[in-house]
């Protein structure tokens, strides 16, 4: 998804400010005047600082695990704080020798950016803004107060934060107000998930016991012992034994059944109305009391920044966490929710990279593409015949060389 779109720009110049150092080593050993100006290498560092950013966007598809199906706005909120941060993160040119693959970097104020990294920045900003949070302007920042534009989720998003431990109730991902939309939506998918789940094991019951009357009539009245009944599946989940003496326990109940009166399917779909509602909140309570111990879970991994959702645990292959979950709901204590987790549409499964990359990279394009792009074709041509000068190659291969042997030597 990446490869011949933005996150191939943001290769060629990091690799190109990679190659400086060997580069002035090579001008001044054969005394060639150099092609790129110190405004350039400027430019070009600050380009890259912003496509550090934003190459989140595109690269999930090499990297996404699975399970991450509730990690597109945790993503989108992650680029939106870079990008309207006060400072930004640059390589550090005087620190990195380019040994390494690994750049040393250095915060930067961003008014200190130059006029061409400026619109850079502000550029990537309004593309994402105007796909994230419903901007249909040209400015970005405080002047419109777009600074403080939430990011415009749908129910299926709101849902899948929700449903992964990762991000649920995190205010790093979004903020209160928003949480309360999202549970707000939690819960409707909730009820109609439990509606759904009863009336198909209904139906289920009906269909069995249709059969077991077929084949009772067949052998004479034999068998009877075999009828399904399916009273008890018109009964709320195991937490209605928990509101005995809740002052609403008595509306989640119909004894009309027990009375030899036929329900109909209305009245039992309102009858599992109100009990997932009032089971529902019993689960949301332990749910958002549930916190995972991380470090237990997950031994090998090192957290440093306070178990941030993007991070820390993006990367994480949560079945060790499922696992738990299902292990703690044995008693029933989250309900129907780890079902959901796999089967309701804020699943967790599902991959995000493949259509979420796909809407993104346009605005990459916007950020740099053959129309915007501040660097001249004729001197992007020449960064990418440094990558194929014999001569030069040569002679950083052998200056690595003698750098090894120096090494060794000491």
Not at 35 to 47: G, K, Q, S
């Amino acid at each position: 998804l990446n490869k011949t779109r933005m996150n191939s720009v943001y290769g060629l110049v990091r690799s190109s400010l990679r190659a400086k150092p060997s580069l002035n080593a090579y001008y001044a050993t054969y005394c060639i005047p150099h092609f790129l100006n110190t405004e350039d290498w400027e430019f070009a560092r600050e380009m890259e600082g912003i496509l550090t950013i934003t190459k989140d966007l595109v690269v999930l598809s090499q990297n996404e695990v699975k399970s991450n199906g509730a990690y597109a706005p945790v993503i989108r909120k992650n680029v939106l704080d870079k990008l309207s941060a006060e400072t930004i993160d640059l390589v550090d040119m005087e620190q990195w020798d380019g040994k390494s693959p690994c750049a040393p970097r250095v915060s930067v104020d961003v008014n200190d950016l130059s006029n061409d990294g400026r619109t850079c920045r502000e550029r990537a900003l309004l593309e994402a803004k105007r796909r994230w949070a419903n901007n249909v302007g040209e400015q970005t920042f405080v002047s419109e107060g777009l600074m403080r534009q939430p990011i415009v989720l749908c129910d299926r998003e709101k849902l899948a934060l929700c449903l992964d431990k990762r991000t649920y109730g995190d205010l790093r991902v979004i903020d209160r107000d928003e949480w309360r939309d999202a549970n707000n939506v939690f819960q409707g998918e909730y009820v109609k998930f439990y509606m759904t789940q009863h009336a198909f094991d209904r139906e289920e019951a009906r269909k069995k016991k249709q059969l077991n009357e077929v084949a009772i009539d067949a052998d004479e009245g034999e068998g009877q012992e075999n009828t399904v009944q399916g009273s008890d599946l018109q009964e709320p989940t195991h937490f209605a034994d928990m509101f005995e003496d809740d002052e609403d326990n008595g509306n989640t109940h119909n004894n009309d059944e027990e009375n030899g009166v036929e329900m109909s399917e209305a009245a039992r779909k309102e009858l599992d109305k109100t009990a997932a509602k009032l089971e529902y909140k019993w689960v949301v309570r332990a749910w958002a009391a549930y916190r995972p111990e991380w470090t237990r879970l997950y031994p090998k991994e090192s957290f440093q920044n306070n178990f941030h959702p993007f991070h820390d645990l993006m990367h994480l292959d949560i079945k060790e966490l499922m696992d738990e979950i299902v292990a703690k709901n044995k008693n029933g204590m989250f309900g129907l929710i780890p079902e959901m987790c796999q089967l309701s549409i804020g699943q967790l499964g599902a991959v995000t990279a493949q259509s979420f990359s796909e809407r993104m990279n346009s605005a990459g394009n916007n950020v740099s593409d053959e129309q915007n792009v501040n660097l001249d074709d004729d001197i992007i041509k020449k960064m990418v015949v440094i990558k194929m000068n014999e001569r030069f190659m040569e002679f950083t291969k052998e200056r690595k060389m003698q750098f090894l042997v120096d090494l060794q030597e000491e």
